[in-house]
């Protein structure tokens, strides 16, 4: 069966936030610990749902609280710390002309994904997005990509899911869907790279994903 649909994550895979959430982190600890942490500590959580991070850091603490107190540096900060990656838009436009399905399925809250969307004016270009606002399930958990292709009425055999963490390449997997993962990720496992049982695709440039569809 030919791909027909194409479902991207946001952080690390359309959008550089790598930068925006790390100082969220770094305020997070300052605040709360009076130190930073090392990076190392911090980027194999990148894509994890905030809450289960914030109680396997902080599990003495209030987990709201501490969410509370990322978020409010993150919504401060997003804007001007985000950049778009290289090739990424005129993709999402090739695919659009080619006639595929495209949809966005993301942990992040709906209020950023939709501000970093019009900032590099790139809503147009999906079908369909869904954001943690949506379920209360998330990656790894196959829910927010099967809803996606709910919506986007596609079935997991004609479909690609494009991430860059771990927890996107889990949630393709519990789907059924093919995974493609992005040469520009910083945290993917090296182990799991290195498996045969590891993604399907690496892609090393935005445009490497036509030849795929």
């Excluded at 001007?80 to 436009?93: M, N, Q, Y």
């Excluded at 919506?151 to 479909?159: Q, V």
Aim: net charge negative.
């Amino acid at each position: 069966m030919s791909i027909t649909t194409v479902v991207f994550d946001f952080d690390g895979t359309i959008m550089n936030t790598t930068d925006v959430i790390l100082g969220s982190w770094q305020h997070t600890f300052m605040t709360l610990e009076g130190r930073e942490r090392p990076e190392e500590d911090i980027l194999p959580t990148l894509g994890e749902p905030l809450h289960l991070t914030m109680s396997k850091f902080f599990p003495d603490k209030d987990v709201e609280e501490c969410v509370e107190i990322y978020r409010s540096y993150h919504r401060d900060n997003f804007g001007p710390r985000i950049t778009l990656f290289p090739g990424v838009k005129d993709l999402l436009a090739e695919l659009k002309a080619r006639g595929l399905k495209v949809g966005l399925a993301t942990s992040r809250l709906h209020a950023t994904t939709v501000e970093g969307l019009e900032k590099y004016e790139l809503a147009e270009y999906f079908d369909y997005v869904l954001t943690a606002n949506d379920t209360d399930k998330h990656k790894p958990d196959p829910t927010p990509l099967l809803m996606t292709l709910e919506k986007l009425g596609s079935t997991p055999e004609e479909s690609l899911m494009v991430g860059d963490t771990v927890f996107d390449f889990l949630c393709a997997r519990n789907a059924g869907v093919k995974f493609v993962l992005v040469g520009w990720q910083v945290a993917f496992p090296k182990d799991m790279l290195e498996s045969p049982h590891g993604p399907e695709y690496i892609i090393k440039d935005a445009k490497d994903l036509l030849t795929l569809v």
